[in-house]
């Protein structure tokens, strides 16, 4: 698998995803209808070109999970057990249709399991970034990782 194992995660390594995706207006009306989330913001144009920001912002809960799906083939493809929390997630910029979003994820903290000898935790702090390089979302997330094995 293109994951990595626990062993071999270091603590402070900066990971820049190859992966990039420009987001369209398809992308963020379809996750806001699946979501049954009818917020104005996203759905409707009249609505959204008199808010504050002229235009639909993206959901931002497609965006996290965008900024993590871009983190999952360098770091746990194939190798996680399963996400255990996010923390801290922020989105200091919105995202429209059309921004094209880059990913970087930092290494937080690396540990074996307490309880199983076979797996351990993993913190990350996922950063995606707009074509501008604006920050548009951040999170520290925690995932149970595969120990490689023996």
Same mark, same amino acid.
């Given at each position: /698998?293109?994951?990595?194992?626990?062993? =071999?995660?270091? $603590? !402070?390594? $900066?990971?820049? @995803?190859?992966?990039?995706?420009? *987001?369209?207006?398809?992308?963020?009306?379809?996750?806001? *209808?699946?979501? +049954?989330?009818?917020?104005?913001?996203?759905?409707?144009?009249?609505?959204?070109?008199?808010?504050?920001?002229?235009?639909? +912002?993206?959901?931002?809960?497609?965006?996290?999970? +965008?900024?993590? !799906?871009?983190?999952? @083939?360098?770091?746990?493809?194939?190798?996680?057990?399963?996400?255990?929390?996010?923390?801290?997630? $922020?989105?200091?910029?919105?995202?429209? @249709?059309?921004?094209?979003?880059? *990913? =970087?994820?930092?290494?937080?903290?690396?540990?074996?399991?307490?309880?199983?000898?076979?797996?351990?935790? *993993? =913190?990350?702090? @996922?950063?995606?970034?707009?074509?501008?390089?604006?920050?548009?979302?951040?999170?520290?997330?925690?995932?149970? /990782?595969?120990?490689?094995?023996?």
């Amino acid at each position: /698998m293109a994951g990595l194992y626990l062993d =071999e995660f270091v $603590v !402070g390594k $900066v990971y820049s @995803h190859a992966l990039r995706k420009t *987001v369209t207006e398809s992308d963020n009306m379809l996750f806001s *209808v699946m979501t +049954l989330n009818p917020q104005p913001l996203h759905i409707d144009f009249d609505f959204a070109a008199r808010s504050e920001w002229g235009k639909p +912002l993206v959901n931002s809960l497609f965006t996290l999970g +965008l900024m993590i !799906g871009i983190s999952v @083939h360098d770091l746990t493809l194939g190798t996680t057990i399963g996400n255990l929390g996010m923390k801290e997630t $922020v989105f200091p910029h919105p995202v429209f @249709h059309g921004d094209t979003i880059r *990913v =970087e994820t930092t290494v937080i903290s690396v540990r074996e399991s307490k309880s199983k000898p076979d797996r351990g935790i *993993v =913190e990350f702090e @996922h950063r995606a970034y707009n074509q501008n390089d604006d920050l548009v979302a951040k999170c520290t997330r925690q995932a149970m /990782m595969m120990k490689k094995a023996a």
